[in-house]
């Protein structure tokens, strides 16, 4: 099957995947997020149109370049749990009691932090200045639904909130899609 014809048949399951965790989110049923990582980075890789895109690696068998990324992401995902949420308590996930579940957002953190590079470069492909329009993005994908699940709670103080949204998540969000862009350049030089 050709690459392309692949990638649209991903991008129509990510799709529906993706829609059907964010609905679940509405819903209040809590880990809705672990399907939507992964399905909204497919969705917005496979908009990219790009060959230099995470599943673009996967499907040319790029395998080293493509742990070289998901490893680099994992370092930059984790880094960013270990000090907003042990050092700085800035947030926590409620419904995660056991280590394994705290153990596995870690390892989906790589995803997420490739959908915000994927969706970056969707939205600069029609706007130049893909900064903000990607942050706003961002937030109506992941914060939005996570007002209503209440999946991580935010405890941070000092900031006002805006549309209960804590203002320093939505300063901290150019951040993330910035790191995540810069680790792509790296990796896929």
């Not at 209040?28 to 939507?36: E, Q, S, T």
């Not at 947030?91 to 153990?103: G, S, V």
């Not at 993005?137 to 000092?158: A, F, H, Q, R, V």
Request: aromatic share 18%; proline share 5%.
């Amino acid at each position: 099957m050709k690459k392309e014809k692949v990638k649209k048949k991903i991008f129509f399951i990510a799709l529906v995947i993706s829609i059907a965790s964010i609905t679940l989110a509405f819903l209040k049923i809590h880990h809705w997020y672990y399907p939507a990582v992964i399905s909204v980075w497919l969705v917005f890789d496979c908009l990219t149109k790009s060959n230099k895109t995470a599943f673009s690696l996967i499907i040319n068998r790029k395998y080293k370049q493509f742990i070289k990324l998901y490893l680099a992401l994992f370092l930059f995902g984790l880094t960013i749990e270990i000090i907003g949420q042990y050092f700085l308590h800035f947030w926590y996930y409620p419904e995660l009691q056991t280590a394994l579940m705290l153990i596995t957002i870690p390892f989906f953190y790589p995803f997420i932090l490739m959908s915000f590079r994927e969706m970056y470069e969707t939205i600069r492909r029609k706007i130049k200045k893909a900064l903000i329009p990607t942050t706003f993005l961002g937030i109506i994908i992941w914060e939005i639904p996570n007002l209503t699940s209440k999946d991580w709670i935010y405890t941070i103080p000092w900031f006002p909130e805006i549309g209960g949204i804590n203002m320093l998540v939505i300063l901290g969000w150019p951040i993330l899609i910035l790191g995540s862009k810069e680790i792509y350049k790296k990796i896929l030089k």
